[in-house]
């Protein structure tokens, strides 16, 4: 989990995919230039400013669209490569496969956006985590209608857990029943106020950009290797080469705990992907 800053102040969130890139939100940083942005890595408070990690370039996906939000992700190549210890870790990313929620065994969301949607917001500088459910995509539709397979949804149903305004970007994080291997399966991306009742928030299917990501990584220079063993019974090989619609508003966090346990102990495990 990385914070991406703009004169020392958090704005989005990202994750260390390798030692060069971070994984965001095309939304997050669409006019920014990158001169300007930078990411804080290797850390859970925000107040460590002499750890800022400078960008070299800005990557959004070619048919991410503004109005519509369509293929909200993005690529940072970093200036300098990152070193890797127990709190600077890349975040395994799934095979390029279709999913269903029964292939997830334990899933969270991490990040250091407001926890209310209501009345005045701030950022807490401690990173946070809350623990949220898969929902199938029929039940998403019921709730949020315009979904497509570009896009999941997490969440409790009862609200009050979610992620939220500052959160953007950030990774939704799921073990697999097969291993206790972390996969970033998702990309806060957009969501209709914060935690409340039947309203999830959204997030961007990494699996479907899987390719898309080897293909810039590569001809950046810096090539990117995905170790991607089998997750679950469900998971089906997806072939395509298409991508599809999702939304572009910002999601959203209410109830959510201190992180820095859970940093250090999930960091472990992913030096095993």
Not at 53 to 70: D, E, F, L, M, Q
Not at 104 to 131: D, E, H, M, N, Q
Not at 248 to 273: A, D, E, G, K
């Amino acid at each position: 989990m990385v914070s991406l800053q703009i004169d020392e102040g958090h704005f989005c969130g990202g994750s260390i995919i390798s030692h060069w890139w971070i994984l965001t939100a095309a939304h997050c940083i669409p006019d920014i230039p990158v001169k300007k942005l930078q990411v804080l890595v290797g850390h859970t408070e925000l107040e460590y400013w002499n750890d800022l990690a400078n960008v070299k370039k800005i990557i959004i996906h070619p048919r991410y669209s503004k109005t519509s939000g369509n293929n909200d992700i993005a690529l940072l190549l970093l200036s300098l490569s990152l070193h890797f210890d127990k709190k600077t870790v890349p975040i395994c990313l799934p095979p390029r496969t279709i999913y269903q929620p029964e292939d997830w065994k334990t899933c969270y969301v991490t990040g250091w956006g407001t926890t209310t949607s209501a009345g005045r917001r701030y950022f807490p500088t401690v990173l946070k985590k809350v623990k949220i459910l898969l929902y199938s995509i029929r039940q998403c539709l019921d709730w949020m209608w315009s979904l497509t397979q570009n896009m999941l949804c997490a969440g409790i149903s009862e609200g009050g857990k979610d992620a939220c305004q500052g959160d953007s970007g950030g990774p939704l994080v799921c073990r697999s029943f097969t291993s206790k291997t972390w996969y970033q399966i998702g990309v806060v991306s957009w969501g209709r106020g914060c935690g409340e009742p039947r309203k999830p928030g959204i997030y961007v299917v990494v699996s479907n950009y899987i390719q898309w990501i080897h293909n810039v990584t590569s001809t950046q220079g810096r090539p990117l290797e995905v170790i991607s063993p089998a997750i679950g019974p469900h998971a089906m090989h997806y072939t395509t080469n298409d991508s599809y619609d999702f939304g572009n508003i910002t999601s959203s966090t209410n109830q959510r705990q201190n992180i820095l346990s859970f940093t250090l102990s999930f960091c472990l495990v992913l030096l095993l992907c």
